[in-house]
């Protein structure tokens, strides 16, 4: 995991944390706003883990069709 996908879900949780104490001391429409962030930084988190998990298996074929040319010339 990344520096920037921790981050983004330290956010999400501290913003949920965050709600679940605005949520006890007021309304749910005076909360509403920190819900909405928190669920949006854990989006944001998905959205980057799984663009970074397509870049690695797009990378991953060449790497491995590499270690394989190479196993074959060693033999």
Do not use: C, H
């Amino acid at each position: 995991m990344k520096l920037s996908e921790i981050l983004l879900l330290s956010a999400a949780a501290g913003f949920l944390i965050l709600w679940i104490a605005e949520y006890q001391r007021t309304t749910f429409a005076d909360s509403y706003w920190l819900l909405m962030l928190g669920v949006g930084f854990l989006f944001a988190f998905q959205y980057f883990k799984n663009k970074r998990l397509e870049r690695e298996k797009a990378v991953s074929p060449t790497i491995k069709q590499m270690v394989e040319d190479r196993k074959k010339k060693k033999k």
